[in-house]
């Protein structure tokens, strides 16, 4: 059972930056590889960024330029840097398989305020 584990998350003013990790055991076979998830009060979860075993990289519109994802397959380590947060980016983070095959991890909490 592939588990995830995410850390990095914190409060941040506008304009800040703050880099998300995440430990995982593995890849699951037939997906693309692993991602980044976010979840806002009220709505749904969404994908942020997606990155396949070889390292080719996606993220969602609304992150394009600001937000990179990466992974560092010798320990099984996924990282997204984020930066210029907006308070729209206020979320509980979480990183999976994608798509999403394994359980949720706690995820980690970003908060975008002044």
């Known amino acids: 059972q592939v588990q995830f584990v995410e850390s990095g998350g914190g409060l941040v003013q506008p304009g800040g930056s703050l880099r998300l990790s995440c430990k995982f055991s593995?890849?699951?076979?037939?997906?693309?590889?692993m991602a980044w998830y976010r979840q806002a009060p009220g709505k749904q979860r969404e994908s942020v960024a997606t990155?396949?075993?070889?390292?080719?990289?996606v993220h969602a519109d609304s992150v394009k330029g600001r937000f990179t994802i990466s992974v560092d397959n010798t320990d099984n380590s996924l990282y997204l840097q984020m930066n210029s947060l907006e308070p729209e980016d206020t979320a509980v983070y979480y990183c999976?398989?994608?798509?999403?095959?394994?359980?949720w991890g706690r995820g980690t909490q970003v908060t975008v305020s002044s």
């Open positions: 593995g890849y699951i076979s037939g997906t693309y590889g």
């Open positions: 999976n398989s994608n798509p999403p095959r394994a359980d």
């Open positions: 990155i396949t075993e070889r390292g080719r990289a």
